[in-house]
């Protein structure tokens, strides 16, 4: 049972446009969410993260919005830039669930110069 | 160290073969995951370790994996009777518990190759 999904394996953008990665998950117990990044040959890195009474957490570059009543979760990367090019994992935890925290399968994004 | 250690980076090992993987975590996180990614897979649960809880074993794929660790330090992934099919990255993460321990941090892994 795949509590958090990402759908999308692969998305590629030109440089400089948005990049909108998305994230569906089941668990309505989930109250905390997180983006992950992750180069070849090196562990996931934490990008930005969302808690459940938010819609919305910005970064710089970096957006998340949280729809709850949809279970969907998005990252939005404006605008993006070839060192954007990555793995994107997208993750959630529980407090009931003693803050487990669980990955999607992870989509690939290739930003194009 | 600074970060999250692994060991080691690289494994070759024959089918049938005991393996064992190891992770040092952040000083003073008590929060320990092992997680495995299959090739062009997703990262995959397999054992979560939370201060003196009991630790959380769902994940495990057979009985073929354990894991332990010792108080707040080091723990170690061991895999007996290794198959093919276990071939994979380890990932090791650690992070504070409760509220504040939300955000993991990752070890740069072991890539394991079973032949």
């Known amino acids: 049972d795949q509590q958090v999904k990402q759908n999308s394996p692969s998305l590629s953008v030109q440089e400089g446009r948005i990049s909108i990665l998305n994230c569906d998950y089941t668990n309505s117990m989930f109250d905390y969410f997180l983006w992950y990044k992750k180069y070849p040959a090196e562990g996931p890195t934490f990008l930005i993260s969302?808690?459940?009474?938010?819609d919305k957490n910005e970064d710089g570059r970096f957006t998340v919005f949280l729809n709850k009543s949809a279970k969907h979760l998005s990252l939005h990367i404006v605008p993006s830039q070839p060192g954007d090019s990555a793995v994107y994992f997208c993750a959630a935890s529980a407090q009931t669930g003693g803050f487990k925290t669980i990955f999607g399968a992870g989509t690939r994004l290739f930003v194009k110069a | 160290g600074a970060g999250v250690s692994q060991s080691p980076s690289n494994k070759v090992t024959e089918k049938g073969k005991d393996v064992e993987l190891r992770c040092d975590p952040i000083s003073g996180h008590t929060a320990l995951y092992w997680y495995r990614q299959r090739l062009g897979q997703g990262l995959e649960f397999l054992i979560y370790?939370?201060?003196?809880?009991?630790?959380?074993k769902s994940g495990l794929p057979s009985d073929r994996f354990s894991a332990e660790r010792t108080g707040e330090s080091v723990s170690t992934l061991t895999i007996q009777r290794t198959q093919q099919e276990d071939s994979a990255v380890y990932l090791c993460?650690?992070?504070?518990?409760?509220?504040?321990?939300?955000?993991?941090?990752f070890g740069s892994g072991t890539q394991l190759s079973v032949l």
């Open positions: 993460a650690s992070s504070y518990s409760g509220q504040g321990g939300r955000k993991l941090f």
């Open positions: 370790f939370q201060g003196n809880s009991a630790p959380d």
């Open positions: 969302i808690s459940s009474i938010k």
